[in-house]
């Protein structure tokens, strides 16, 4: 079993930075509401034109008028790394060119009635250093 250092420290970033934390990685979770529980699943994503299209494993008529994507990149062993959270109006991408273009783009896991691409209008984005504080 091993411990964390005693001396981390969870540092914000700009908005700025975490977009580009965001667009520097491709695989995250979307969280949604759905009946009286929280979902959340794992999912692909790119970010283009102020935008954040995700591919994820979920029926689309699941998915409500808003959701949160999470991505982080953290290090097990020393506990450091950083988390980015975007949350915004969730639509369907329903035209079939774009459609094709998001589905060659990025990998899914399920195909079919459970394989939905979003596009995510972000309205807030706030990101997090983890990071060993000064002992």
Known sequence: ???????LRMVEVSGAEALWLLEGSSLGRLVYAQRD??????????WEYGRLVVRAPVPAAA???????QVDDIRAVSGTG???TV???????TDPDEA???RRSLAGWAHGP???????HPKTVT???LARGEA
């Not at 079993?1 to 001396?7: I, K, V, W, Y």
């Not at 529980?37 to 790119?46: D, E, M, N």
């Open 1 to 7: 079993m091993s411990t964390l250092p005693a001396n």
């Open 37 to 46: 529980l929280t979902v959340i699943r794992p999912a692909r994503h790119v």
């Open 63 to 69: 998915v409500s008028a808003a959701a949160t994507y």
């Open 82 to 84: 950083w988390t980015v």
């Open 87 to 93: 949350s915004g109006a969730a639509e369907v991408v």
């Open 100 to 102: 094709a273009h998001y």
């Open 114 to 120: 459970h394989d939905t691409l979003l596009r995510l």
């Open 127 to 129: 990101g997090f250093r």
